[in-house]
C-alpha cells in the first residue's frame, strides 16, 4: 500500500526536487521488502528498484542544482520549513542554490548488488533462469559507472573508492579474449604461447580501476584491489607480472590478519595462480601455489568459498554451515576443483616422482601426493584408471620407468583438458615436461 500511495504521489508531483524525494522513498521502501526475510528481493521489485535508480540519475545530471545529501548532514525538515516559506512569501521567492534531498548513492546501488548476488544462489545454477538472471548483471554495472561518474563530479574521494571498489567486484573475474597473451596461429603445432615483456599491461577497466584504488587510504580496499588485479592477470594469463605483484606487495605475510573475506579472495587468486603458471609451463611455481591450499584437502570447498564439504565422522554446526554458505560465490565464479586437484598432482608428480629415483623415500617435497601414490602403490590389484587421481598415479608408475609416451597418454585422458583454454598448447608444453623428467629418472636409475 505505502509503494502504491508513493508511486501515485510521483504521478501527480509537479517539481523536480519532490519528484526525487519520492523516488528516493521508494527505492528504500523497495529493498526494506526483503529486509529481515533472509532472502532476495524479488526479480520485478528488483528491475523496477533498478529502473528507479536510473531516473534518479537522470535527474541528478540534468539538474545541477539538485543533488543527495550523501554522506553529508543536513536539517532533515529543511525541505517542508522551505516550502512553508515559499507560500507564505509567494512565488516570487528565488529558489535556493543548491537543494539537498535525503539519500546516498552508494547505499542504494550496493543494496541493489547484494541482492542481486543473492539472487543468484536462490536460482538453480543448472537452468536457463540462472543464465538469464545473470544478464541483468551488464544493467546494474552500467548504473555503477554512471554512478562513479557522478562521484567524480561531486569530488566525494572516500565515495567514489567505494564505489570503485563495488564496480571491481563485478569485472575482475571476467575473461576478455582480446587481453589473453597467448595468441592462435594457424599452423601444425596449433596454439603458440606469445607472452608479452613484463609491466606491459594493456589498458582495460580493471586497470584503470584498480589503479585508482591503489591511491587511496585504507589496507583493506588496496589488499582487495591487488588481489583483483592479479587474479585479472592469471585469467588472461600474465604469469610473470600477476606473481611479481604478490610477492612484491608481502601479501603472504600478513593476509592471516586479514578478514575473511579478503582471505578467500586470497586462496581464490592463488589458486589461479597455480593454475596460471602451469598453463605457462612453469610445474614448479604452480605446485607451490597450489600446495598450500591442499595442505587441508577436505576443506578446499570452504577455502575457495565454492560449498561446504560434508563431513562423515563430524556433527554439523548449523550455524557455521549457514556462515559459509552466505560467503559462497555465485556459481559462474566457481573454478573447477576437478582441474585444480589434476593440476596439483601432476605438478607434484613431476616434482616427487624424480625426488623418489634420486633420493628414495627419505626426502619429501609433496605430502599429498606421497600419500596418495604410497596408498596407489600399495594395491594389490589395480583396474584401468579412471577417476583424475588414479590417471595421475598411473602416469606416475610410467614415469618412473621412463615411459614417457604412456604417461602422456594417461595425462591426455582427463577429463579438464575440454575445460581448460588453449589446451593444445598446454599439452605441447606437457610433453616436453614429461620427455625431460623422463629421461632424468632414467639416467638417475640406471646411469650408476
Not at 548513492?105 to 545473470?134: G, I, K, P, T
Not at 554495472?141 to 570503485?164: F, H, P, S
Not at 616427487?352 to 617435497?365: D, M, Q, S, T, Y
Amino acid at each position: 500500500e505505502y509503494i502504491n500511495e508513493l508511486k501515485m504521489l510521483r504521478g501527480k508531483a509537479k517539481e523536480t526536487a519532490t519528484r526525487l524525494k519520492i523516488e528516493t522513498l521508494l527505492a528504500t521502501a523497495y529493498f526494506d521488502i526483503s529486509l529481515n526475510t533472509g532472502k532476495a528481493m524479488p526479480m520485478r521489485y528488483w528491475k523496477e528498484c533498478m529502473a528507479i535508480l536510473d531516473r534518479i540519475l537522470d535527474t541528478l545530471e540534468k539538474e545541477k542544482n539538485i543533488r543527495l545529501s550523501e554522506d553529508e548532514e543536513i536539517d532533515e525538515n529543511w525541505e517542508e520549513q522551505e516550502l512553508d516559506d515559499e507560500k507564505k512569501e509567494g512565488k516570487d521567492k528565488k529558489a535556493p542554490e543548491t537543494i539537498y534531498i535525503h539519500g546516498n548513492m552508494f547505499s542504494f546501488v550496493s543494496r541493489l548488488s547484494s541482492n542481486f548476488s543473492q539472487s543468484l544462489h536462490e536460482v538453480d545454477e543448472h537452468d536457463a533462469s540462472y543464465v538469464s538472471r545473470l544478464q541483468d548483471e551488464v544493467p546494474l554495472v552500467g548504473i555503477i559507472a554512471r554512478c562513479e561518474k557522478y562521484y567524480t563530479k561531486l569530488g566525494k574521494g572516500d565515495l567514489l573508492v567505494n564505489i570503485k571498489l563495488l564496480h571491481l567486484t563485478h569485472v575482475y573475474y571476467q575473461y576478455k579474449k582480446d587481453q589473453d597473451v597467448f595468441s592462435q596461429k594457424n599452423s601444425s603445432r596449433g596454439y603458440l604461447m606469445m607472452p608479452k615483456p613484463l609491466f606491459t599491461e594493456q589498458k582495460s577497466i580493471v586497470y584503470d580501476l584498480v589503479m585508482h584504488l591503489y591511491h587511496a587510504e585504507g589496507a583493506r580496499t588496496k589488499t582487495i584491489a591487488l588481489l583483483c588485479h592479479v587474479y585479472h592477470n592469471c585469467i588472461h594469463n600474465r604469469f610473470m607480472e600477476a606473481r611479481n605483484m604478490l610477492l612484491m606487495s608481502h601479501l603472504q605475510d600478513v593476509i592471516h590478519n586479514a578478514d575473511i573475506e579478503s582471505r578467500i579472495l586470497y586462496n581464490r587468486t592463488l589458486a589461479q595462480l597455480g593454475l596460471c603458471a602451469f598453463r605457462n609451463g612453469f610445474y614448479g611455481a604452480s605446485l607451490d601455489c597450489l600446495s598450500e591450499l591442499y595442505l587441508y584437502p577436505n576443506r578446499i570447498k570452504e577455502l575457495l568459498a565454492q560449498g561446504v564439504t560434508s563431513q562423515r565422522y563430524h556433527e554439523r554446526n548449523l550455524e557455521k554451515e549457514k556462515l559459509e554458505r552466505m560467503r559462497e560465490y555465485p556459481y559462474h565464479m566457481h573454478m573447477n576443483l576437478d582441474m585444480l586437484e589434476a593440476v596439483n598432482l601432476m605438478s607434484a608428480m613431476f616434482a616427487e616422482i624424480p625426488n623418489l629415483a634420486k633420493h628414495g623415500k627419505r626426502k619429501v617435497i609433496s605430502r599429498s601426493f606421497r600419500k596418495q601414490y604410497d596408498h596407489h602403490k600399495k594395491q594389490a590389484f589395480t583396474g584401468p584408471p579412471e577417476s583424475t587421481r588414479h590417471l595421475v598415479m598411473s602416469a606416475g608408475d610410467a614415469l618412473a620407468v621412463g615411459d614417457w609416451e604412456k604417461c602422456y597418454k594417461y595425462l591426455c585422458q582427463l577429463r579438464m583438458w575440454s575445460l581448460m583454454p588453449h589446451a593444445e598448447a598446454v599439452q605441447e608444453k606437457l610433453k616436453k615436461q614429461i620427455q625431460e623428467s623422463s629421461l632424468q629418472i632414467y639416467l638417475l636409475v640406471y646411469g650408476t
